[in-house]
T-cell receptor, first 114, second 114 residues
Framework: AQSVTQLGSHVSVSEGALVLLRCNYS??????LFWYVQYPNQGLQLLLK??????LVKGINGFEAEFKKSETSFHLTKPSAHMSDAAEYFC????????????FGTGTKLQVIP | ETGVTQSPTHLIKTRGQQVTLRCSSQ?????VSWYQQALGQGPQFIFQ???????GRGNFPPRFSGLQFPNYSSELNVNALELDDSALYLC?????????????FGEGSRLTVL
């Protein structure tokens, strides 16, 4: 069964500092991997996705993630945090087959300190 | 392009009652998935509908049921409500089987069971 593990339920960074949110996946088949962001009282919005085309994936709002098969990781980074980045971030995995069940991690809440 | 819309946005029910939540999928999408997001948790997959047929189900009891209509809109029905059913219910649409699994979410229906 596919799953993702997000390390750290809360992460705090200073404005302008590096953002690093960790995600490790488990999948028996080549996975599709995603990062979603959720602002308070809203649905989830896709930040970026990995679909095997390139290991370094660039997303919206300056975020990027690198797929590392040897480490089964898909960590999310942003070089310089902005106050507007404060939100909850979810890593997710989907099988590369036709069945589209997407499995989400438990989320990491990012706090940006001025 | 119209995004995913859900109704109602908030509702309060008492234990034992029944509830129906509605979702209109994004234009051009024929697949709808429903997720339950309890407070402080990641979304949990309930089920998915593809062209009006259930196409997979998560670990939820039969009192959670759904429908998809010819226009690809969808309903989630929950019977015999329990206190633990209190959650944000998210609907997500996608372009169809064989796609990467990218989901487009609505803003959710927040259900409180008293």
């Amino acid at each position: 069964a596919q799953s993702v593990t997000q390390l750290g339920s809360h992460v705090s960074v200073s404005e302008g500092a590096l953002v690093l949110l960790r995600c490790n996946y488990s999948s028996s088949v080549p996975p599709y991997l995603f990062w979603y962001v959720q602002y308070p009282n809203q649905g989830l919005q896709l930040l970026l996705k990995y679909t095997s085309a390139a290991t370094l994936v660039k997303g919206i709002n300056g975020f990027e993630a690198e797929f590392k098969k040897s480490e089964t990781s898909f960590h999310l980074t942003k070089p310089s945090a902005h106050m507007s980045d404060a939100a909850e971030y979810f890593c997710a995995v989907s099988d590369s087959g036709g069945y589209q069940k997407v499995t989400f991690g438990t989320g990491t809440k990012l706090q940006v300190i001025p | 392009e119209t995004g995913v819309t859900q109704s109602p946005t908030h509702l309060i029910k008492t234990r034992g009652q029944q509830v129906t939540l509605r979702c209109s999928s994004q234009s051009g999408h024929n697949t709808v998935s429903w997720y339950q997001q309890a407070l402080g948790q990641g979304p949990q997959f309930i089920f998915q509908y593809y062209r009006e047929e259930e196409n997979g189900r998560g670990n939820f009891p039969p009192r959670f049921s759904g429908l998809q209509f010819p226009n690809y809109s969808s309903e989630l029905n929950v019977n015999a409500l329990e206190l633990d059913d209190s959650a944000l219910y998210l609907c997500a649409s996608s372009a169809g089987l064989g796609d990467t699994g990218e989901l487009f979410f609505g803003e959710g229906s927040r259900l409180t069971v008293l």
